[in-house]
């Protein structure tokens, strides 16, 4: 199964903010040149309603939603990181083997887990939906087939909230009508190359003659479309052993400039991280700090050294440094503060902990 979150980043910024729920919702990634220049990340479905999507410019979607009472908010990536951490954990936990994709969305194998039984894989399926809404307040939408193709186009079928089944026997009749845009792997150049051929939805493209397909598209590719094109696909779902970085943020009792109050609250984040990389057996060669400040500003700062941290308390002293830093740098109170680490490596013994932190250098 795939499943993928709904309007992720806006659904986020719900959880935090219930009020918003019933409103317009845009989330937007302001370039700072002027007030409203930048694009939209992502919109609540209301908002889509009136028309605004992913990667529009702002004032288009401050103009589709004049006169309406709605909320613009700025990306916080520190946030939706961490979200998306419990997320994954909750997933994986009902998998047999397990691939993230994406900020919000996995491949989940539960074909052991199941028996191969496409109704056993629908009340897991329910069971994963529900506990992401009670322990998370998310809605997201679960796409079920043979194999991950399939899973990935049937996620895409129903949304929000969606649960979309299809067993090997429907492949065919799911596919043939889609636009051939669907399959992944067919991007826009692609989808207009098909369409000069005659080629529109996924059924043209299985009827296609496949030595044609390779004269066009080469062998790699034609024999690929003509496999999607029918449903095939054999790829196995894949630990991707990268993640990336882990990050905790939090919101003050008060806004407040004073280090130590702030320091109090990062120590334990500080904690909680580095207990999941010890848990991982990972070592981290970068630190982050992010603020929201009183103006709802976000800022973040960084350190990478030049061998992996392995101790709780160099974690602590160099978000301390970049905290004081920071803080130098404004006039402005904290409002909300986290911490990131990432460069994440395996964990070798043998590390020279203080000159890996006396050699820390600024980024
Ligand atoms: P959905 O799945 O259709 O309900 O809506 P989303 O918003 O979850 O869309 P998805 O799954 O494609 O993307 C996940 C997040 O990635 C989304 O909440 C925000 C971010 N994102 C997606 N597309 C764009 C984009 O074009 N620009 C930027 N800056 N961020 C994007
Ligand atoms: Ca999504
Ligand atoms: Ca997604």
Redesign the pocket.
Known sequence: MLV????????AEETRNPSIRDKPVV?C?YSGRSEDSG????AN?IARKYGVR??IPIFQAKKKLENVNAVFLP?DDAFYEEISERIMAILRSHADRFEQT????AFLDVTEKTGGDFQEAKKLAQAIKNELKTRLALTS?IGIGPNKLIAKIAADNQ??DGLTIIESEQVEAFLSPLPVGRLIGVGTKTREKMQTLGINTIGDLAKYDVQKLISIFGKVLGVYFHDASLGLDDAPVQEKNEVESFSRISTLKEDTRDLSSILERTNQLCNEIYNVTLQQKLVFKTVGISVVLNDMSVHTRSRTLETPVDNVEVLEEIVKELFEKFLSETVLEARRVGVKVSNLVKEQKSQKQITSFFNATPN
């Not at 694009?39 to 992502?42: C, G, I, P």
């Not at 994406?102 to 969305?105: K, N």
């Open positions: 993928d979150l709904d309007y992720f980043y806006a659904q989330v990634v694009a939209v990340s992502t479905y992913s990667g990306v994406g900020i919000d969305e939408s949304k929000p």
